[in-house]
């Protein structure tokens, strides 16, 4: 089970949201033993861009080999 502060990936798209799949998050909650999670997603100025609750299909761990990926979020 995925815990409070660990990295994880998306996996799915939010377009409301501005989230892509493979965007990185921290979780900040789990609830119902890991049948969903409260997920962050910041700009690495240290600005939270959304904070999303997600089912535990929508995320998976973060594996020791993958690097992160960089990408403009929207201006609103």
């Known amino acids: 089970m995925i815990k ?3 990295n994880v990936v ?3 798209d939010i377009p ?3 989230l892509l799949t493979g965007d990185v998050g921290t979780v900040v ?3 119902e ?3 969903a999670y409260e997920v962050e997603f910041i700009s690495f100025d240290g ?4 904070i999303q609750t997600l089912e535990a299909a929508m995320i998976r761990p973060v594996h020791a ?7 403009v979020m929207a201006v609103s």
């Open 47 to 50: 600005h939270t861009e959304t």
């Open 33 to 35: 033993s890991g049948k």
């Open 10 to 12: 998306l996996t799915h």
């Open 29 to 31: 909650h789990v609830y």
């Open 16 to 18: 409301s949201a501005d």
């Open 4 to 6: 409070e502060h660990e």
């Open 65 to 71: 080999h993958e690097i992160p990926h960089v990408r």
